[in-house]
């Protein structure tokens, strides 16, 4: 099993629509968790960490679920600028200078 | 301010070439990171920097040298390159891990790299 899995799409979907997408890890002993958004030919962007309670930062809603070993980003309102690829990373484990990126899910908004 | 530097932005190099990229940053940050990203690839961890010294090494080729001047700069110095090396090399800082808590990463905008 890898250790960061996401279902890459390409997830098209038209403007105005609630995308959420799942990331599930393989290593319980994993304790931080990221989204990142990358655009074409760009960096990497920290979008959200990832916190037990979940967190929300205006349309965007990212949770953790720990007994199931996944994490997932909910994006509301979807907006033609949230076209990108979403990274889901995790840590291998507990205090890990290393992150483990999955392969990322290519998002498409469309007007 | 979050901000990462790499230069160059884009470099074409020979196999038989010796070029540097370098990175920097001045967030205080004290782990930097080499990652090297193919097309349509997520970034793969090459080299890890914890308090100027190397951390982790992904068992990269030697053709790839590190070197970590001081606690805001980072350099890949590359030499006797293969083609399947072109990729985009991106650098990465973060605050030290503490505890059980790993800290966000923060890009560069990353250095376009052609081996020919």
């Known amino acids: 099993r890898k250790e960061v899995e996401q279902d890459p799409g390409p997830f098209n979907v038209p403007e105005g629509a609630t995308v959420a997408f799942n990331c599930t890890y393989s290593?319980?002993?994993?304790?931080?968790f990221f989204w990142y958004r990358q655009d074409c030919r760009k960096e990497p962007k920290l979008l959200m960490s990832?916190?037990?309670s979940g967190n929300e930062d205006g349309r965007f809603t990212a949770q953790l679920n720990r007994a199931s070993q996944y994490i997932s980003l909910l994006i509301r309102d979807s907006k033609l600028s949230d076209s990108a690829t979403y990274l889901c990373?995790?840590?291998?484990?507990?205090?890990?200078?290393?992150?483990?990126f999955g392969k990322g899910m290519k998002l498409t908004v469309n007007p | 301010d979050t901000e990462v530097t790499q230069t160059p932005k884009h470099l074409v190099m020979g196999m038989t070439n010796k070029k540097s990229l370098k990175c920097e940053q001045h967030m205080g940050h004290r782990a930097m990171y080499w990652y090297k990203q193919k097309a349509k690839k997520p970034p793969e961890l090459m080299f890890v920097y914890s308090y100027e010294k190397l951390s982790i090494n992904e068992s990269v080729p030697s053709r790839f040298s590190p070197e970590c001047p001081n606690s805001s700069l980072l350099n890949l110095h590359l030499h006797a390159l293969q083609p399947e090396d072109s990729a985009l090399y991106l650098c990465a800082s973060s605050q030290r891990t503490s505890g059980g808590s790993t800290y966000e990463q923060y890009f560069g905008p990353g250095t376009r790299l052609t081996v020919t």
């Open positions: 990373v995790v840590t291998p484990q507990g205090g890990s200078e290393k992150l483990v």
């Open positions: 290593n319980s002993a994993s304790q931080s």
């Open positions: 990832v916190y037990s």
